[in-house]
């Protein structure tokens, strides 16, 4: 029952530590190494030290023992540099940025006070801190003070929330596998979970009766909420969806195995995955001239993979980052999952620069599907003419009849849950939707009582079995991680199948470079980094599919004479048109218990101001999703307040109370939002990739827009608070599809222009993004591509045997 | 439930009976249930069928034998009715129904039990599995709408 300082008035009992022999074992292992004893400090000197540890104090307001030991955690994270990787143009790496800031903020004790920090009394130290908060987007010590409070802020919140103890303080059910959770929805508990003792709001002081929606009313209706034109309701309605469903549900399986057998492919025992396909998997020589070569293995690489596999081609895929093994790499833990993020040196800037890590990035076999929320929205068929129809972004060299196949085939192989869908293109989903838990249920009431459409769904969560994976168990876990094999990721929807039908996945393999023959017409194969040596693998296709950043770069940096500006950078396209989905996140107090982290993160969507509103002076539009940040992300949420210290752990003490929702805005694809080769090298000596953003008028409106919505469905289902966190998800584009070589970088069917038997098969040949999440479709435009491939049959380069290379 | 109309020419019990409760405690007495049981099965068949729908539906027909109790609650529902109609359907079509019917709650059995133990953590969570998982008793309920239409059959007819 330890909690920091011992102050524990609202979850008086509560023990998380109590349910610790429910923990599988590797979560066990990261977390209870948490409460032991810390190693010494490495990191940090002794003078830092000294302003290091009452800082800490302070932006915690951790004033009694037992304290949250946050220096060492702060320090072991540095020294080990597990940092984020990614870092502001006018900022230095973490490490660097720590021991300037903890020097600078001793320099101002020193100049005001003629004092080292660490002597100065607790409010001297206190208005110290202040005034860096206070300093805004201003230089302090020739740093930006915001990203500045940033990083302190971003380290210290990470370092305390992820401690049993801080649990404890604030009620959250900690780790849950193999145990997920039981009792879902508003003021559910579970059995050993403690009920709030001062349910009433910290803050307001408010008295709200449970469901009311007096407090946002004078507000509601404010923003003009109407129903998406065109959506068909009645019987008919009703009978085309309930006919749509049951055809899927009584469809064979069969016929879905003999496309993939990925899900009968897993064990059914409590491991989750075979390590009898990784240890049997075909192993090609690099000598071997192979008929293609994937690089990437994620949404987009997988699929193709698997695809081309089952066609008969010799695959093999590198991947950069390991392969998993979900049982002893995972945990279910929010701190402990950071190896699931891409963590390599980048460079971001711009007057919107795009933080990078956790929900943009992805690492390993499987890519960021391993650790993405699961929502699989289609595009609407608007999307794919956005230039032609509302004057704004691209439009697509393909129709959306082009992609409905295979988004169906995608949506079956994942597969996706959720009701039946009544926008853009309408269609029935394979999977029946899953009970919500209280954020989808605070959703639900607040959209309905708004008149706005709201559905359960689309998730890429079995809901039920298939094949041999298992039902989900709600441990509200989906971005650390799914260690059920109920949520998809290519990992084990695609790269089972794809072994056993002879594809090679060489993990950890960094690739540097596409070779191109003498000529500079075709790409001969690619040179990549394995322990430290450098190979190269031959082959007569190249397929790219590093996700937006690592695509362009890996262009970039394959100049030759051919293409001295860059791989298939005749016209200066490679790179350009980056887009981020803007991502407003607004959370609501609500007097009942919540508990967001019991269900999974996605629930309940609505997509009814995808499209463009002629009312609205802005073009294209966003969707509304459920979000649940978990106590970290959750202290982000606070700390972008400007809270900290006292108030920051008052916010998150009301931890339960809080649901929350998030917007995708369409951001419109800008040029000048772009992926450039920086200065700075990698460990392996190439260029980093420079990601430079700003956002445009339309964008600006479109986020605002968003957010008032979500704090109108918010208050009408009772929130007596609401507060917005401004940030970004998901990355598309940077090697444009198009109708052209002088408008794009690849065609129709992925492949480059420049280099006929080169592809790039991921998220970067988006031309415009809608305000769906992407994975969906980067799959089934993927599964497209393999199929306009296979047609074409193997017609890359065969080289002579032993032509030099 | 009243067995009547009942077809005439058919020779009577001994013993005055007049009202049509004393008719059915006579023929209970004397194992005549036929009809009636018959009957309840073909209600239970499909009571039971359009729950294990509903049931089978939230969980997305994953593995599609979970159709299987569905297809059968009509095929229990026709046997019953034809058993309530005629002797001969009584002696044939219900029994075989039923077996079948009887059977596939087992199956159910099995694969609920399968469903549990392939959780995460399996039967060392028996309590959250069995809470969370496939309902662990809910095919037996099957298989004694099966054991209704097997015992119709072999009961006595009524008069």
């Known amino acids: ?805 | 439930m009243s067995p009547l109309p009942r077809r005439r020419g058919r020779a009577r019990p001994a013993g005055p009976a007049p009202y049509v409760l004393d008719r059915m405690v006579r023929n209970v007495r004397h194992g005549r249930f036929e009809r009636t049981l018959s009957l309840l099965t073909a209600a239970g068949s499909l009571v039971t069928a359009a729950e294990i729908y509903l049931e089978h539906d939230r969980a997305s027909f994953g593995n599609r034998v979970m159709w299987w109790p569905v297809l059968l609650g009509p095929v229990g529902a026709a046997a019953g009715v034809a058993g309530f109609a005629s002797e001969r359907m009584a002696k044939t079509a219900l029994p075989l129904a039923s077996a079948a019917i009887a059977a596939n709650g087992l199956q159910g059995t099995y694969l609920h039990v399968r469903g549990i133990a392939q959780k995460p953590g399996g039967w060392s969570m028996a309590r959250c599995n069995i809470e969370l998982g496939p309902p662990l008793f809910a095919p037996l309920l099957v298989t004694m709408v099966g054991g209704m239409g097997l015992l119709a059959a072999l009961l006595r007819r009524e008069r």
């Open chain 1, 1 to 805: 029952m330890t909690t920091p300082g011992r102050h524990n008035p609202r979850f008086a009992g509560y023990d998380v530590l109590a349910r610790a022999g429910t923990w599988d074992a590797a979560t066990s292992g990261v977390v209870l190494s948490r409460t032991a004893v810390q190693p010494d400090l490495r990191f940090f000197t002794l003078a830092e030290e000294a302003v290091a540890r009452p800082l800490f104090d302070h932006l915690l307001a951790q004033w009694d023992e037992p304290r949250v030991p946050v220096l060492q955690m702060v320090d072991a994270r540095l020294a080990e540099m597990q940092t984020d990787g990614w870092r502001f143009a006018d900022m230095p790496e973490d490490d660097e940025a720590w021991r300037r800031s903890l020097a600078g903020l001793d320099d101002d004790a020193r100049a005001l006070h003629g004092a080292p920090f660490g002597g100065l009394a607790r409010e001297r130290q206190a208005a110290l801190v202040q005034a860096v908060r206070d300093t805004g987007s201003a230089r302090w010590h020739g740093m930006p003070a915001g990203h500045v409070w940033g990083l302190w802020t971003r380290y210290t919140a990470t370092a305390y929330y992820s401690h049993p103890w801080a649990w404890n303080e604030i009620g959250f059910g900690g780790p849950a596998y193999p145990r997920g959770y039981v009792r879902l929805g508003l003021g559910q508990r579970e059995p050993w979970e403690v009920q709030d003792q001062h349910p009433v709001d910290p803050v307001t002081d408010s008295e709200q009766v449970v469901g009311s929606r007096s407090a946002g009313a004078e507000r509601v209706g404010t923003t003009d909420h109407r129903a998406a034109p065109g959506r068909r309701r009645g019987p008919a309605a009703a009978a085309r969806a309930a006919a749509g469903t049951l055809r899927l549900t009584t469809a064979p399986t069969g016929r879905l195995r003999a496309r993939n057998a990925s899900a009968w492919l897993l064990p059914r025992s409590d491991q989750r995955f075979d390590r009898a396909l990784v240890d049997g998997m075909r192993r090609y020589e690099d000598g071997d001239e192979v008929d293609l070569v994937v690089v990437g293995c994620g949404a987009g690489g997988a699929t193709l993979t698997q695809r081309m596999a089952r066609h008969g081609w010799s695959v093999v895929c590198l991947e950069a980052g390991p392969f998993w093994n979900p049982d002893t790499d995972w945990v279910s833990d929010e701190a402990g999952s950071h190896h699931l993020y891409w963590t390599e040196p980048r460079v971001v800037s711009g007057t919107d620069p795009v933080p990078l890590g956790a929900n943009n990035s992805g690492r390993g076999v499987g890519g960021s599907t391993t650790h993405f929320a699961g929502y699989a929205p289609r595009f609407h068929p608007s999307d794919f003419a956005t230039l032609t129809g509302d004057g704004v972004g691209a439009d697509w060299p393909l129709r959306y009849a082009d992609l409905r196949a295979s988004y169906e085939r995608i949506e079956q192989e994942l597969p996706v849950a959720g009701q039946y869908w009544p926008w853009g293109d309408p269609h029935p989903y394979p999977h029946a939707p899953h009970p919500v838990g209280g954020n989808g249920e605070v959703f639900l009431r607040g959209a309905a009582a708004l008149g706005i459409g709201a559905r359960v769904g689309p998730v890429a969560i079995a809901n039920g079995r298939f094949g041999n994976r298992p039902h989900c168990v709600y441990r509200g876990f989906c971005l650390q991680g799914c260690k059920v094999n109920a949520k998809a990721s290519t990992l084990i929807t695609h790269v089972p199948d794809a072994l056993a039908h002879g594809a090679e996945i060489r993990a950890d393999c960094m690739v540097t470079g596409i070779e191109l023959d003498a000529q500079g017409r075709l790409a001969t194969g690619v040179r990549y980094l394995r322990e430290g040596r450098e190979r190269f693998q031959r082959a007569r296709a190249v397929a790219v599919a590093g996700y937006s950043l690592e695509t362009p770069r890996l262009l970039l940096n394959s100049a030759c004479r051919r293409f001295p500006e860059g791989l298939c950078n005749d016209f200066d396209l490679v790179g350009r048109y980056v887009m981020v989905q803007g991502a407003p996140q607004t959370s609501g107090r609500f007097t009942e218990e919540i508990r967001a982290y019991k269900a999974p993160p996605p629930e309940v969507s609505s997509e009814d101001y995808y499209e463009t509103d002629p009312a609205k002076p802005y073009k294209r539009g966003f969707s509304l999703q459920t979000v649940s940040p978990l106590p970290i992300v959750w202290a982000e949420h606070v700390s972008a307040q400007g809270h900290w210290g006292e108030d920051l752990r008052t916010y998150m003490r009301d931890f339960v109370h809080w649901a929350t929702l998030g917007a995708l805005c369409e951001l419109l694809p800008l040029p000048d939002n772009r992926v450039t080769l920086s200065q700075e090298k990698d460990r392996y000596g190439l260029p980093v990739a420079h990601f430079s953003y700003s956002q445009c008028d339309n964008d600006r409106m479109l986020i605002r827009a968003a957010q008032t919505v979500m704090e109108d469905v918010l208050r009408a289902a009772g929130a007596t608070e609401v507060i917005t966190i401004n940030r970004y998800a998901h990355l598309v584009g940077g090697c444009r599809m198009a109708a052209g070589p002088e408008s794009g970088v690849v065609d129709a069917d992925l492949r480059t222009f420049a280099v006929p038997n080169l592809l790039v098969t991921d998220g970067s040949v988006l031309p415009t993004q809608g305000s769906a999440n992407p994975a969906l479709t980067i799959m089934a435009l993927v599964d497209r591509a393999a199929g306009r491939l296979a047609a074409g049959q193997r017609s890359g380069l065969r080289a002579p045997a032993g032509a030099p290379r």
